[in-house]
């Protein structure tokens, strides 16, 4: 019933719109203009915030802002805690199939992409500013657009930063507890404004 109702509401409202555009290229009078409307169209522009976990969140927990000025392109910001410090990534991403519920999105971004830390020892502390390559998977929940993101990446580190995390793991002095990963994962939800 739902499709239905939303069939003739759809139905209804194109056959408006083209009349409307019907009546707005009929032929005026000589001798008067005719008036020009700027255009309502968005293109498609979309908006979303949101809370989440990873390197498009700018750090180990943050914020991510994305803006799609066009169907299949996001721009994205993201700042967040580091766990050293605060942190932020700038990037873009592609996305593949943006009308279906699920999109696999292949995405480049700058910025935060590791992090060393070392309890008592502050002078081991880094941050790794880069760039990484990574895709998302887009999952789009209930009518209002708003969506789940998982991500996955490969960070592209400086050689100057793991020259420093190469000396922090070969110090006996220091018991190292969570390694530095080749790949990193990210989450988060994201409200369309």
């Given at each position: 019933m739902k499709k239905f109702v939303f069939a003739i509401a759809l139905s209804f409202l194109t056959g408006s719109l083209a009349m409307g555009q019907e009546q707005a290229a009929a032929p005026q009078p000589s001798g008067q203009e005719q008036p020009t409307a700027p255009p309502t169209s968005t293109g498609g522009q979309q908006v979303y915030l949101g809370p989440g976990l990873g390197l498009d969140y700018g750090g180990f927990i943050g914020v991510k802002l994305e803006y799609l000025p066009v169907k299949y392109v996001g721009i994205f910001g993201g700042v967040g805690y580091t766990l050293v410090s605060a942190g932020y990534n700038v990037g873009a991403t592609v996305k593949t199939t943006p009308d279906k519920k699920v999109s696999f999105n292949p995405m480049v971004m700058y910025g935060y992409n590791g992090a060393i830390k070392v309890a008592g020892a502050s002078q081991y502390d880094a941050i790794s500013y880069g760039v990484t390559v990574g895709a998302n998977l887009d999952i789009k929940l209930g009518s209002r657009g708003n969506?789940?993101?998982?991500?996955?990446?490969?960070?592209?580190?400086?050689?100057?930063?793991?020259?420093?995390?190469?000396?922090?793991k070969n110090n006996s002095s220091i018991d190292m507890?969570?390694?530095l990963l080749p790949v990193a994962i990210g989450a988060g939800f994201n409200f369309k404004l």
């Open positions: 969506k789940l993101s998982f991500a996955l990446f490969v960070p592209i580190r400086s050689r100057s930063f793991m020259d420093k995390y190469d000396a922090v507890k969570t390694p």
